[in-house]
């Protein structure tokens, strides 16, 4: 299986702030990344799909690069309601896996 | 606008067995590729399985932890996906979420609100 490691796993950061968040996978993965945002209590968001393309109706502050091994998920201006939990994912080959996940808190 | 609408969690014993359903409204099920994904409490996402469309062969795959126990199927006549869950485990206890896959990337871009499941004697 392929292993997904994000880092870090919690953060601390104001609003304002630029806040960058890694994930890294066990063999080359293409581009099949996917971001998600998810607030205590909700259902998980799509932020970012193939690794840089942004979803419908998702704030241009958030966008994500990378190829290979190695992909980040940036939020160029941290807002208040992007304090959250965030996952990566890798869809390139089955089963799908998931990041640990990173809390960003204030 | 689409709608995912999970039912069908509840408690139940080691062994056991339950069927989870997700009604959707706003797409036609026959026609989407769907998911499954769990959230142990406390914990993150675990991907479950995946059914492509029928249009593009209704084929499914699941992680290893479930598969030969987790069955994914849909009922076109009532719109409604299901997980069918056998010989129930409790590291099986989680929020089971439907959604939508899309993109070409398996990008789970509409989700359900989730339905619990607690597996314990």
């Known amino acids: 299986d392929i292993q997904v490691t994000q880092s870090p796993s919690s953060l601390s950061a104001s609003v304002g702030d630029r806040v960058t968040i890694t994930c890294r996978a066990s063999?080359?993965?293409?581009?099949?990344v996917n971001w998600y945002q998810q607030k205590p209590g909700k259902a998980p968001k799509l932020l970012i799909y193939?690794?840089?393309s942004l979803e419908s109706g998702v704030p241009s502050r958030f966008s994500g690069s990378g190829s290979g091994t190695d992909f980040t998920l940036t939020i160029s201006s941290l807002q208040p309601e992007d304090f959250a939990t965030y996952y990566c994912?890798?869809?390139?080959?089955?089963?799908?896996?998931f990041g640990g996940g990173t809390k960003v808190e204030i | 606008e689409v709608q995912l609408v999970e039912s069908g969690g509840g408690l139940i014993e080691p062994g056991g067995s339950l069927r989870l359903s997700c009604a959707a409204s706003?797409?036609?099920?026959?026609?989407?590729?769907m998911s499954w994904v769990r959230q142990a409490p406390g914990k993150g996402l675990e991907w479950v399985g995946r059914?492509?469309?029928?249009?593009?062969?209704?084929?499914?795959e699941y992680a290893a932890p479930v598969k030969g126990r987790f069955t994914i199927s849909r009922d076109d006549s009532q719109n409604t996906l299901y997980l069918q869950m056998n010989s129930l485990k409790i590291e099986d206890t989680a929020v089971y979420s439907c959604?939508?896959?899309?993109?070409?990337?398996?990008?789970?871009?509409?989700w359900g609100q989730g339905t619990m499941v607690t597996v314990s004697s």
């Open positions: 959604t939508t896959v899309n993109y070409g990337y398996d990008a789970s871009n509409i």
């Open positions: 706003g797409l036609t099920l026959s026609k989407a590729w």
């Open positions: 059914v492509k469309s029928k249009t593009d062969g209704d084929t499914a």
């Open positions: 063999q080359s993965i293409s581009n099949y």
């Open positions: 193939g690794a840089s």
């Open positions: 994912q890798q869809t390139y080959r089955f089963p799908l896996t």
